[in-house]
């Protein structure tokens, strides 16, 4: 049966802004409260998708979250009609209001663990969404993204679903950002590789000590069991906490694997040449032949990994067996950067070709190429259940150029998200991307 990795991305909000919010994330705090463009940052995201759908690859889209999260204010004790709580917070805790209008769920890569059914013991598709819990403004995405999913992937013969991990530091959890997996086809049994930042109960693990490390050994472990993964399949790896320390808040700024490849800098992880054998070993074991690229410190520094987002990129198996990376612009903008995957491609690897795409919106507030999809191996069977609303076509993407274009505003500044008006635009934007996805009620105000 033919196999697929379909990429689903996130669809950016209509309350996209630059509010600062994640400590760590060099992009988001270095842009703080800067003027953004909803409108743009959509339709950037719109025209990946369809560039790929052209190339032939399969292509979902994954809708975002209500904004601003009212229920959510008024469960710290803001009370009134919506717009008394909007007013009421702007006026005494404007930080959390710009929290509940984040858009961060367009960075669907957070969104969710995925193993596909030929890894796990009951032979379907396993989704568990990540807590976030490291972050407020992220905190509260995991019960619509636990919603969303299930509208999309809603046939229980081939796709099971699981809560969030408990929500408090010990489990922290960041979904497919700390999660890749190796195969040597889509549909064979792989290995998948969890990359944690710190163990909660083992105090031998190192941490860092400047920022967070989102991820913990104990949240990954978890994953696995609910996922019925086998020892023989999954590795766990430790982020190198140093790297950590100077921006790279998941393992995706650092690193990207596709298929049998690992593409990593010099300095990702601790104890590399152990890790890197335990993946060789168990990708051999089922029939797979892994390989890795590490990009060494004296060509591209870990500055300019995190500045230019390098290995935020989508790593993408081309028919003829050869690798297509995508980059953000700032990977062109980076002199040093540039020179090494111009080296890259020349060198005749399994990386052949190196495409480049505009993505300023996302990429000012913290998030590139990677950020913004969910990778899903599906068998045919499992792609025929999914709900073919949300899979792009072209029809698809004319329909959704035309809402952002009539739902969407050019400009957004903080000031903007005091205005009652914009949750009624939201609202009334998503109840018809509901429609249009056939995704049914999965808001809280389509619910309540």
């Known amino acids: 049966m033919k196999s697929f990795e379909v990429n689903f991305d996130g669809l950016v909000g209509p309350t996209h802004n630059y509010g600062g919010l994640s400590f760590g994330n060099v992009a988001s705090q270095s842009n703080s409260q800067q003027a953004s ?3 743009e940052a959509a339709l950037q995201g719109l025209e990946k998708m369809k560039a790929l759908m052209d190339m032939g690859f399969v292509q979902g889209v994954l809708a975002p979250q209500e904004r601003p999260d009212v229920a959510g204010l008024r469960s710290l004790g803001f009370c009134g009609t919506d717009a008394q709580v909007i007013e009421r917070a702007a006026k ?3 930080p959390l209001l710009v929290a509940s209008c984040s858009a961060s769920s367009m960075w669907v890569a957070n969104a969710a663990t995925v193993s596909p059914s030929a890894d796990t013991a009951d032979g379907r598709v396993h989704f568990t969404a990540a807590n976030l819990n490291c972050k407020y403004h992220r905190s509260i995405e995991h019960p619509t993204t636990s919603r969303v999913l299930g509208a999309m992937f809603a046939d229980s013969q081939h796709f099971a679903h699981h809560a969030a991990l408990p929500a408090v ?14 195969c040597r086809e889509y549909g064979e049994a ?28 104990e949240a990954s472990q978890a994953v696995a069991r609910l996922h019925g993964l086998s020892e023989e399949g999954v590795v766990f790896a430790q982020q190198n906490p140093s790297v950590i320390d100077q921006g790279v808040f998941h393992n995706d700024v650092i690193a990207v694997g596709n298929g049998e490849l690992l593409f990593h800098h010099q300095d990702a992880f601790l104890n590399t040449e152990q890790m890197l054998a335990e993946l060789h070993g168990k990708l051999a074991a089922r029939g797979g032949n892994f390989q890795s690229i590490s990009v060494p410190r004296d060509q591209v520094a870990v500055e300019d990994a995190v500045r230019s987002y390098l290995f935020n990129s989508q790593l993408l198996s081309r028919a003829d067996g050869s690798m297509l990376l995508i980059v953000p612009e700032e990977c062109r903008s980076n002199p040093r950067v540039w020179q090494y ?19 300023k919106q996302s990429m000012q507030n913290g998030g590139g190429p990677a950020c913004l ?6 068998n045919e069977a499992e792609l025929a259940a999914v709900n073919p ?34 949750l009624l635009e939201c609202r009334a934007a998503l109840d018809e991307l509901t429609q249009i996805l056939k995704l049914g009620a999965v808001y809280p105000f389509q619910i309540n």
């Not at 909660?200 to 913990?216: E, G, H, I, L």
């Open 37 to 39: 463009n909803p409108k």
């Open 92 to 94: 005494e805790a404007m």
């Open 169 to 182: 530091a010990q489990f922290g959890d960041e979904g497919a950002a700390n999660h890749t997996r190796f």
């Open 190 to 217: 792989g290995v998948e590789f969890f990359v944690y930042g710190r163990s909660a109960f083992d105090s031998r693990y190192p941490a860092p000590q400047k920022y967070p490390a989102r991820q913990t050994l």
């Open 341 to 359: 995957l111009q080296g890259l491609t020349a060198a005749g690897g399994p990386i052949r070709e190196v495409k480049v795409f505009d993505l």
């Open 373 to 378: 999809r969910l990778r899903v191996a599906l």
């Open 389 to 422: 609303g949300v899979i792009m076509t072209p029809a698809l993407y004319d329909t959704l150029t035309a809402w952002v274009n009539k739902h969407y505003r050019d400009a957004l500044r903080e000031s903007d998200l005091a205005d009652p008006q914009l």
